[in-house]
């Protein structure tokens, strides 16, 4: 759904209280649509003020999102989601990571929170659209139907972590941002112009609800403190860990591995087993992966009916690799064309025809080319 639509839409504009999303809402409203800005309350404890450039759920944030709605001239509500962000997010966070997968939390906040429990509660509250500061675009089709496309600009595509919507959500989906071949100097620059305060915010990065970005110390004060081995490929004992959960596939920094490789070279992470409590470490050439199973696929549209050849992004950041991808039984299986690194389960694998997304599934196991022993 475009911002040029035919007619005058009701568009709930979630706030975070930084820029991107608060110049959304002013495109929106600038546009002709009739926007309502809502600020989501998603922590049960939020802090009074931010930690530099860390998470979007404390006070000063739903405080500085209020801020733009007035600017704007819209009108502006606080809704209390953090109890559904807590079981929906959060709770899978620590369920992914003790069985020694990693999870994107910003996919399933998008999956469960802004475009399932807020868009419902929009839709029934007579809302046509949800409005929202990513960078993505929304396609509408001569037959009625939307797909979800790549930015215009590719350095700020954010069509990855909205791989999970179907064509139902993104019929109620609204991108003001994802059209606009800009940087992010240029988005602030106009949200100066517009007067709006959050202009020299900083981003928001690394995971919301972990606002010291300890990763590791926050699963260690839920998970507990559990001491295991760190192994060669061989078996043979290199080092010590406290947890498992705290590493994840392609790690290299912080292993703390006392004993060198024999070869002098940088060891990395290559898999995680919850069941023992070992982390098994090696070689960077033990990470080329030549496959991947995934589950729970979500497709932005008509779910392809048999293998097809498109490209594929494995991480909120990464490139595109090309790939052959087939739905099987249960989820998806995606051959790559050329051995990639770094797969790690729990992430998703979200796949492209060109610019526009076809949709994304959960990566539950990988072959490589050098088989663990």
């Not at 490789?261 to 990470?287: F, H, Q």
């Not at 496959?291 to 990464?318: I, K, S």
């Amino acid at each position: 759904m475009t911002t040029d639509a035919p007619r005058r839409l009701r568009v709930l504009a979630a706030m975070s209280g930084g820029v991107d999303s608060a110049v959304a809402a002013a495109r929106a409203a600038e546009a002709g649509h009739d926007v309502t800005g809502v600020h989501l309350a998603l922590s049960e404890n939020p802090k009074s003020f931010r930690t530099g450039a860390r998470g979007c759920c404390t006070i000063e944030d739903s405080h500085d999102a209020r801020r733009a709605a007035d600017v704007i001239g819209i009108p502006f509500y606080v809704w209390d989601l953090a109890e559904r962000f807590r079981e929906d997010v959060v709770e899978d966070f620590f369920a992914e990571y003790e069985a020694g997968r990693t999870p994107n939390p910003c996919l399933r906040c998008n999956e469960k929170i802004k475009f399932a429990a807020l868009l419902d509660k929009a839709l029934a509250l007579g809302f046509d659209a949800v409005c929202t500061g990513h960078y993505a675009t929304v396609v509408e089709r001569p037959d009625g139907s939307r797909e979800l496309h790549r930015a215009s600009d590719m350095a700020k595509d954010q069509s990855y972590v909205l791989g999970v919507l179907d064509d139902q959500q993104l019929a109620h989906a609204m991108f003001p941002l994802g059209d606009t071949v800009t940087t992010k100097a240029e988005i602030r620059e106009e949200a100066a112009r517009r007067g709006l305060f959050v202009a020299k915010k900083p981003d928001s990065h690394d995971i919301c609800f972990i606002a010291d970005g300890d990763t590791q110390g926050f699963l260690a004060k839920r998970l507990g403190r559990a001491e295991g081995d760190i192994v060669d490929e061989s078996g043979t004992k290199v080092g010590t860990h406290e947890g498992a959960y705290g590493f994840t596939i392609g790690q290299r920094k912080g292993l703390r591995i006392g004993t060198p490789a024999p070869d002098g070279k940088p060891r990395y992470v290559l898999d995680i087993s919850p069941v023992d409590n070992t982390v098994t470490v090696g070689p960077a050439e033990s990470l080329d992966v030549t496959a991947l199973t995934a589950v729970r696929p979500r497709w932005c549209g008509a779910a392809p009916d048999g293998p097809g050849t498109y490209t594929a992004q494995l991480r909120a950041h990464g490139g595109e690799t090309e790939v052959t991808a087939e739905p099987v039984e249960g989820g998806l299986r995606v051959t790559f064309a050329e051995p990639v690194r770094g797969v790690a389960p729990g992430q998703a694998v979200v796949l492209y025809d060109g610019t526009r997304v076809v949709g994304s599934a959960t990566i539950a196991t990988t072959e490589r080319v050098r088989a663990l022993a």
